[in-house]
């Protein structure tokens, strides 16, 4: 595998449910970021990782739980989720989150649907 | 505050025919500047970056930009677009904020192909 994966590609779930999604990068970064895509807006940052330390949660509801366990895998687990928590979730990864001349690499993302 | 404004959210050409897409940023130093394709269900592929020096920067996919201070824009070009570069495309910025630098999307703008 290269590059930055996601799983599972889609998800639907009801509201009482608990899942978890997955990303991992292959690229040696260290920092690790969630987003958020919903039709019609602008992609929202979530949350941020730098060397497993979270940096930045961006005002995101406490049914989103990050972890990153290390620096080339990153979960988002999801509980009591309402319907319109339903988007595609994007991780990304870049060497560092400091240095401005930073790449951000996209995962193929998770199409979450919540009934 | 840091800003990406993508004024056409829809874009239509005819394949063969020459592209451009707009972008204008506000930013109050030297800007780092990024343009992503995202195909239908995937995630964001970099096409392009500006962090300094020649103000025309190759891409992948034949893809072009040119960063103009004067008037605060990094448009996207290609001269010949084929019926694969249909897509979303969104322009990024890199601000410094909260202690670390994050992108900042525009809103992206639909591309589509007719043969």
């Known amino acids: 595998e290269t590059g930055v994966t996601q799983t599972p590609r889609h998800l639907v779930m009801g509201m009482t449910n608990k899942k978890s999604l997955k990303c991992e990068q292959h690229?040696?970064?260290?920092?690790m970021y969630w987003y958020k895509q919903s039709a019609k807006k602008p992609l929202e940052l979530m949350f941020v990782?730098?060397?497993?330390?979270?940096?930045e949660n961006n005002s995101v509801p406490s049914r989103f739980s990050p972890e990153c366990p290390n620096s080339s895998h990153l979960f988002l687990h999801l509980h009591t989720l309402q319907p319109e928590d339903s988007a595609l979730y994007l991780c990304?990864?870049?060497?560092?989150?400091?240095?401005?001349?930073?790449?951000?690499?996209f995962g193929p993302g998770t199409r979450l649907l919540v009934l | 505050a840091q800003s990406v404004t993508q004024p056409d959210i829809h874009i239509t050409v005819s394949e063969g025919a020459s592209l451009e897409l707009r972008c204008n940023y506000s930013y109050g130093a030297t800007p780092y500047l990024f343009w992503y394709v995202q195909s239908p269900g995937q995630g964001l592929q970099l096409l392009l970056k500006y962090f300094s020096g020649d103000t025309l920067v190759q891409g992948i996919k034949g893809f072009e930009a040119e960063f103009k201070r004067s008037q605060s824009s990094f448009n996207l070009r290609k001269p010949s677009v084929h019926w694969s570069d249909a897509a979303e495309y969104f322009c990024?910025?890199?601000?410094?904020?909260?202690?670390?630098?994050?992108?900042?999307f525009g809103a992206g703008t639909r591309l589509a192909v007719h043969p």
């Open positions: 990782y730098n060397f497993k330390e979270q940096t």
């Open positions: 690229l040696g970064h260290n920092a």
């Open positions: 990304a990864s870049s060497q560092e989150t400091v240095g401005r001349a930073e790449t951000q690499y």
């Open positions: 990024a910025v890199v601000a410094f904020s909260g202690g670390y630098n994050k992108l900042i």
